[in-house]
């Protein structure tokens, strides 16, 4: 299994970097984009990188926010084959309240590419080995409210509980390899989800941004020691996880945390 970070808010090389995250994935003879960015530049770093994004078998987003998902726009011109599966309550009506602004995916989007998108609900096998995992956890809502998130919907605002976000899960002869784009569910919380949904079954790794550049010193070394207790190997981690929280979480988690960025490339 290959991951090629097309777009991350970081670069070591002569790539494109800009808020949001995509990832090429090659998996037992497939291939899968995991999200888009934001403008659509990851598209010029995979011909960059010698993966033109029109030979891309599926692709997958992770939740229904602009710097995650605005980019498939390129990607639809692009490839003119490969659907995009999404969970079956993705819209265009989320919103950052804190900083009053609308931070969901391109107006339209849904309607001009509506027969690109698969909609999808549960449990969803991709591909032999490859399931999508939906948040199985109650109360998610409340972590919504806490910072900020919201859904406006028929009217009414809805404290977000990320119900349109899933985990793109991988079987590997190391384990299991979650890619959660951003974890607003949380990161201990959706290893857990992953475990039970998959239970004979043991997680290695977490690929991932873990949305904690607003969270205090005191939150993030409670959520590392979470996932140290997880048992979990690996968590290579950038976007919306934030300098000082990387720092933080290395404090409790050592050298299981590696920091990513455009154009870097993990092997499993």
Request: charged share 30%; aromatic share 8%; proline share 2%.
């Amino acid at each position: 299994m290959r991951i090629a970070v097309l777009v991350d808010n970081n670069t070591a090389d002569a790539l494109q970097a800009e808020w949001g995250l995509s990832l090429y994935i090659e998996y037992e003879g497939h291939t899968i984009l995991l999200d888009a960015g934001t403008t659509g530049i990851f598209a010029d770093n995979a011909k960059a990188l010698g993966t033109p994004v029109e030979n891309i078998e599926l692709a997958v987003l992770s939740h229904a926010h602009y710097d995650h998902g605005d980019g498939l726009e390129r990607f639809f011109e692009e490839n003119k084959k490969a659907k995009c599966y999404i969970r079956s309550c993705c819209g265009e009506d989320c919103y950052d309240r804190k900083k009053d602004k609308y931070i969901g995916i391109k107006a339209g989007l849904f309607k001009t590419y509506g027969e690109r998108f698969a909609r999808i609900e549960g449990d969803y096998t991709l591909l032999p080995g490859v399931t999508l995992v939906p948040h199985k956890t109650q109360g998610l809502e409340k972590l919504g409210e806490k910072v900020g998130m919201y859904r406006y919907r028929n009217g009414v605002w809805i404290p977000d509980d990320f119900s349109h976000e899933q985990s793109l899960v991988f079987e590997t002869k190391k384990g299991l390899v979650i890619c959660n784009s951003c974890c607003h569910g949380g990161a201990d919380r959706i290893i857990e989800e992953v475990k039970q949904t998959l239970p004979d079954k043991r997680v290695y790794a977490l690929i991932g941004g873990l949305h904690l550049y607003r969270a205090s010193d005191e939150e993030v070394l409670t959520l590392a020691e979470k996932i140290r207790e997880t048992g979990i190997e690996k968590i290579y981690t950038g976007h919306c996880t934030g300098e000082r929280a990387l720092e933080r979480l290395k404090e409790t988690l050592g050298s299981a945390v590696r920091q990513f960025y455009t154009g870097m490339e993990i092997e499993i």
